[in-house]
């Protein structure tokens, strides 16, 4: 996944880079923009966080905060020389990311934090790294390819001193990392056995020692909305979905294109999604919207309610 979007990124010319759809969202959904950026390798987004009412989204060498109640933007923090940003995350007001300043394999990225005077503040060197999840209690995961040659490991991150520690060997090109609101683990696997459980164990303890497979689809991204529903891209992006987990099935499409990370704030869904050949990246907001006989049957129902009134 992640080599795939850089080689997109040098090569733009090639057709597979450039046959990227247009976004849209699926019949009962509707999208507005929040933010977005194009002309340069600089304008592409490369990870997107939401907390108290602003979303958090790298592009380039800057981290840009959009308070998504008049999606008004400022640059909060700069990244030293990037040439791709991989992730954002947000924890206990700290905004953690990650960055590359070379295209060279196997693709070295630097991750740590912002600081209070907006600078980045390097806590660690890794090659490939995907995605990073943290817990409700501050517990957090980075995904990674070391070697660049498919062979992805979980390593336990300390926030604090920015120290890893390896907690499973998965193998194969790197997915998303997501914690449900029991703080149970998920892990996009690429290597063909789906979506990965790394459960919390009788103590309160995640047990990286074994998974379980709980969906079979090869997806990039993933991650739970407030109520616990999963959701994930897959197709490189193309697809924006729901799945169930205890039935293992899809329960519906929502958008297309070329998605990447994606948030949650109560009814409303935001997501990245990015045209590689025009280097051009959207935030949308998406949402679901009535469809069109609920909306008659509203009108009808308020022109009852009128004649009652009247009467």
Request: aromatic share 12%.
């Amino acid at each position: 996944m992640k080599i795939k979007s850089l080689v997109c990124l040098l090569i733009a010319v090639l057709l597979s880079c450039n046959a990227v759809a247009a976004f849209t969202t699926a019949a009962g959904f509707g999208s507005s923009t929040v933010y977005s950026g194009s002309g340069s390798p600089q304008s592409i987004f490369g990870g997107l966080a939401y907390d108290g009412g602003n979303l958090y989204v790298g592009q380039g060498t800057d981290l840009v905060t959009i308070d998504v109640s008049d999606n008004s933007a400022q640059v909060s923090g700069t990244l030293p020389g990037a040439v791709a940003n991989s992730l954002v995350a947000r924890y206990d007001g700290t905004t953690y990311t990650s960055y590359a300043n070379t295209f060279s394999s196997p693709y070295p990225y630097m991750i740590g934090y912002i600081d209070g005077a907006g600078v980045y503040q390097n806590q660690l060197t890794e090659n490939g790294i995907y995605d990073m999840a943290i817990s409700s209690g501050g517990d957090a995961y980075i995904v990674a390819d070391p070697t660049g040659l498919g062979q992805s490991q979980i390593f336990q991150y300390d926030l604090g001193t920015g120290a890893a520690t390896l907690a499973a060997s998965i193998g194969g090109y790197a997915g998303g990392l997501a914690f449900d609101s029991q703080d149970n683990l998920y892990y996009a696997d690429q290597s063909g056995t789906g979506i990965l459980k790394f459960s919390v164990d009788g103590l309160g303890v995640l047990d990286m020692s074994s998974s379980d497979s709980v969906l079979g689809v090869t997806a990039g991204y993933i991650g739970f909305d407030g109520s616990d529903n999963f959701y994930a891209t897959t197709g490189y992006g193309a697809t924006f979905s729901q799945y169930d987990l205890s039935l293992g099935s899809l329960v519906k499409n929502i958008a297309y294109g070329g998605i990447g990370q994606f948030a949650f704030d109560g009814d409303s869904i935001y997501l990245l999604d990015t045209d590689w050949g025009a280097y051009a990246s959207t935030a949308y907001e998406v949402s679901a919207v009535p469809e069109p006989a609920t909306i008659v049957m509203l009108g009808i129902g308020g022109l009852g309610f009128i004649r009652r009134r009247r009467s």
